[in-house]
């Protein structure tokens, strides 16, 4: 089969289930945003960012580790089996010391009154661990369909949870007038506890759905091969969290670095308007989950670094096009936010294609992970992680949430440029670059165009909107497209 068929296709199969489980989660976006005030919402993104933290800390690499180990070892029961030890190995001495120091732990955090918050995460942090392993069976074994499926499943119990507990139960509490057995299942005092807690019970109810593939571990563990598979993911450990710095810390700063009064209100409104590049992070996601066991499987084929040069240009044009689509008609990706939050749309665009600069990064990432490098890896995203501290820390007390969204732009920029300067000495692939310049280019300059000439009427104005896009698309497709299509 074509290569680049194949990619695509896995992409649509992991993609199109995630898009519509995307589009029913972001809706929660709508909710939260239209329920809680800005500083509420502020407080969820606050956890969910140090959370981020947690998660890689959980599964330190291993994954990727798994990806390669699988593509070189023909035992690949063995190489399954020892990655799952491995992790619970870790993981369950981590959630037993969670547990035991909840308290401090919060009081740490900022928040001494919810020593639950940290008991929550930690039970559903470790949960989500324990499956990363067969999760990422699935993608080696080209089961995309039951994969995209269970994390749908995943996506709905955590979405019908949240509409009981913030839309169903409140109303039965306030008909009720607090009576009867729904004042032992509702706490009127509780707000963001009950995203935490839905979110809970789906990472829960995802672990026993795939709790029998997660103790099958009938190829045992391999002392041998876990020391190898652990020196090779180890470095991985402070990619992720570089790189979780990078995606997530921006919250941290913005709650210490501003004042208290305003502090989780900007927080609040960053996460919300960060949300708005949800077509790209869908994209982005779904390319990774079908691009990776892909990159390690083709790797010895003959045309492999050329299939993957090529591959980046039509990842570019996509994820090109998807930030023409999202900045042309912002005003309608606004409506799924809560007014209160629509203050930072002028941050959209720069996040945007600060997403689109990571995932070209992710791309290039196929170099290190091939040449079994991985420590560059670790070594370029410290450098981005030191790039977005640095500039945060300075920019935060002058502009607020807007000086993260530049931080970022900068510091996943920096990265991309880093790993193909390295890329190339190391494991050089034919990059079309002119190609790989082009497009984001395009799309930029039609949107300033768009921004320049806004006519009053709506409808001229998304008219003409939907012919820059097409401009896009014709230039795209006489150019790479084409030859793309009669190749498949």
């Known amino acids: 089969m074509n290569p680049l068929k194949k990619i695509l296709g896995q992409t649509a199969i992991y993609g199109l289930p995630s898009i519509l489980g995307r589009f029913l989660n972001y809706c929660l976006v709508f909710l939260h945003t239209n329920i809680f005030v800005t500083s509420n919402y502020g407080v969820q993104n606050y956890f969910y960012a140090i959370a981020a933290f947690m998660a890689v800390v959980l599964t330190y690499g291993m994954e990727t580790a798994y990806f390669r180990y699988t593509s070189i070892e023909e035992n690949k029961e063995r190489v399954f089996s020892t990655s799952q030890y491995s992790l619970y190995f870790t993981t369950i001495p981590i959630l037993l010391l969670l547990l035991l120091f909840a308290q401090p732990i919060a009081s740490l955090l900022g928040y001494p009154d919810n020593a639950n918050y940290v008991v929550w995460f930690a039970f559903m942090l470790s949960l989500d661990a324990l499956c990363v392993i067969p999760f990422a069976k699935l993608r080696v074994q080209n089961k995309a369909l039951k994969f995209a499926g269970l994390k749908f499943m995943n996506i709905l119990i955590n979405i019908a949870l949240n509409l009981v507990f913030l839309l169903w139960l409140p109303t039965w509490y306030a008909n009720t007038g607090g009576q009867g057995v729904v004042a032992h299942l509702y706490n009127p005092d509780w707000n963001v506890e009950y995203v ?18 997660a103790i099958n571990l009938k190829g045992g563990f391999d002392k041998v091969l876990w020391k190898k598979m652990f020196v090779y993911a180890f470095p991985l450990l402070f990619f992720g969290l570089a790189g979780i710095i990078n995606e997530t810390f921006d919250r941290v700063l913005l709650r210490y670095l501003l004042p208290e009064n305003v502090a989780e209100s900007q927080i609040g409104i960053y996460g919300a308007c960060y949300k708005i590049s949800i077509l790209m992070t869908i994209f982005i996601q779904a390319y990774k989950y079908a691009a990776e066991p892909f990159f390690f499987s083709y790797s010895k084929e003959k045309d492999a670094k050329q299939t993957y040069a090529d591959l980046m240009t039509y990842f570019v044009i996509a994820t090109s096009a998807i930030f023409l689509v999202t900045t042309l008609f912002l005003d309608v990706a606004l409506l799924m936010i809560g007014k209160d939050f629509r203050e930072g749309k002028e941050i959209i665009p720069i996040l945007l294609m600060a ?41 935060i007390p002058k502009i607020g949430y807007v000086g993260s969204a530049w931080a970022t732009f900068f510091c996943y920029g920096s990265m991309m440029i880093i790993s193909f300067v390295s890329g190339h000495k190391y494991y050089p692939i034919p990059y079309n670059f002119k190609r790989l310049l082009l497009y984001p280019a395009l799309a930029t300059i039609l949107y300033f165009v768009a921004e320049l000439w806004t006519p009053e009427s709506m409808v001229l104005r998304y008219t003409l909107c939907t012919l820059y896009f097409i401009a896009f698309a014709v230039v795209a497709y006489m150019l790479d497209l084409r030859k793309a299509f009669r190749k498949g």
């Open 196 to 213: 935490f807690l839905a979110n809970l019970i789906a990472s829960a109810v995802t672990y026993i759905v795939m709790l029998p593939s």
């Open 355 to 395: 997403n689109l600069f990571l995932g070209v990064f992710y791309n290039l990432s196929v170099w290190y992970k091939l040449t079994n490098k991985t420590r560059y890896g670790a070594y370029i995203a410290i450098a981005g992680a030191a790039i977005t501290l640095v500039l945060n820390i300075v920019l």
